[in-house]
């Protein structure tokens, strides 16, 4: 597979839309074929065959990708932008205009909606762009979604949505993963599963409570070390203008009311050339954090950035990062001891059934040789509760009989006090290795 590159407008990451693991696959796998340098879409051609190995799909059918495309074609996306005159733009729109297939040709065409423009081509800031691999393994539809989300906000570091906003935004129906431990188990935490494993990030999680439901869900990105993929010089894409694109990374942080207000722009871009973006990302996040407790924003931010509130702003999240990924492990390790504890519990279960089948088919000698050996495991009372035929003197004697001839047939090891040998030359003996066989 070739180190292709997927750009994309971060209106369109945040758009609403659903689609399925193969669907997005296939948008994602289209938009890696646009060059930076076009400027208007063309039918985009990919060979079958191609496609097929990037996506590890063992069959060449052109039935089954064309069922697909049909879908994906009549898949409606909600984008939500502004215009250049600040208006606010709602865009209803479809993936596809067109797609073709010659019989024999091994090729599909397809085509962009030309509304999908602004959002694709000439990108110059606002954008998100990753390697095309690190979503081709991700098996969920919402591990897609989730990382395109978290992969924008990667340097910063944190990045919170409202409950019912990330459910719109990744189109889950209300009678869909109702139940919220449902959604955390089958969409956060399975998306959490896939990153840490198989994309260059990762992420924790926090939930926040009202009314002992959980409202917001912050979510803690980390860049993730993976096998370093060599990129060809020829698909790395650099911004023409690092300082514009870093300026409009940081005024897309900004509340809406402030984005295109002047004096806004000119404090952080001083405060860019001064101190650089990771001083001035921190402490518009810091800002926007305390924005519902302080009268002017504007005023607060400009204070912020001059006098750096937002260090140890970030540097209390890192830990509280770092302590939610040691619970997390914690958790992950009691949970393996849980089950490895169950295991150990079905095994004992299991290899005493077994024991009580070989009980039952041993002769007369063999099993007296057996109950011989069980009783001198007997403390004394228990001893003399068997002799008395008591209830729990005979269960007493019936689970040291089993250890007995679990240890001999080999589903148990012996235990150092509690081994012995029956000579293979006596009828016991012989026994004991005919049920052991």
């Known amino acids: 597979m070739t180190h292709q590159i997927v750009r994309k407008a971060n209106s369109l990451i945040e758009a609403t839309y659903k689609l399925s693991a193969i669907e997005q696959k296939i948008v994602l796998y289209l938009v890696s074929t646009i060059s930076p340098s076009d ?44 215009n250049e005159a600040g208006k606010k733009v709602i865009l209803n729109v479809n993936w596809l205009s067109s797609s073709k297939y010659v019989e024999g040709s091994g090729c599909v065409e397809l ?16 954008f998100t762009n990753y390697h095309l691999s690190n979503v081709v393994q991700l098996k969920s539809q919402f591990s897609i979604r989730i990382y395109e989300l978290l992969k924008q906000y990667e340097k910063i570091g944190k990045r919170a949505f409202g409950l019912y906003d990330l459910r719109s935004t990744l189109g889950i129906d209300e009678d869909q993963y109702q139940q919220y431990t449902d959604f955390r188990k089958r969409v956060i935490l399975a998306a959490q599963s896939e990153l840490q494993e198989k994309t260059d990030i990762c992420f924790t999680f926090k939930e926040t409570r009202v009314s002992r439901k959980v409202d917001v869900i912050t979510f803690f990105i980390k860049s993730n070390v993976l096998k370093p993929v060599a990129f060809d010089e020829a698909e790395i894409i650099i911004p023409e203008n690092d300082m514009e694109a870093e300026l ?54 400009v204070k912020a950035l001059n006098n750096d509130y937002g260090l140890a702003y970030m540097e209390d999240i890192q830990v509280k990062n770092e302590a939610e990924q040691a619970k997390q492990k914690t958790f992950a390790e009691v949970e393996k001891q849980k089950q490895r504890e169950k295991n150990q519990i079905d095994q004992e279960r299991e290899s005493r059934e077994k024991a009580r089948v070989f009980i039952a088919s041993y002769a007369p000698e063999t099993l007296e040789a057996y109950a011989e050996e069980a009783r001198k495991r007997l403390s004394p009372d228990s001893l003399a509760r068997y002799h008395r035929k008591d209830v729990i003197g005979l269960f007493e004697f019936k689970r040291r009989l089993e250890d007995v001839v679990m240890e001999h047939t080999g589903l148990r090891k012996p235990q150092p006090e509690a081994a012995s040998e029956f000579p293979e030359t006596t009828p016991a003996g012989q026994e004991m290795k005919a049920a052991a066989e």
């Not at 097929?52 to 909600?78: C, G, M, P, V």
């Not at 509304?115 to 606002?126: A, I, S, V």
């Not at 001083?279 to 005023?299: L, Q």
């Open 39 to 82: 400027e208007d879409f063309k039918p985009y051609q990919f060979k079958i065959k191609n496609f097929f190995e990037f996506i590890d799909y063992s069959d060449t059918n052109y039935t089954w990708l064309e069922e697909n495309l049909l879908s994906l074609k009549n898949r409606n996306l909600r984008i939500v932008y502004e």
């Open 248 to 301: 409009n990374s940081l005024l897309d942080l900004l509340p809406a009311a402030y984005k295109t207000r002047k004096s806004v722009k000119k404090a952080l871009e001083d405060s860019l050339i001064k101190n650089g973006f990771e001083y001035v990302m921190r402490n518009v996040v810091y800002t926007n954090e305390k924005s519902s407790a302080i009268k002017n924003y504007r005023a607060y931010l």
């Open 111 to 126: 085509r962009f909606d030309p509304n999908m423009r602004p959002f694709l081509l000439q990108l110059r800031n606002r």
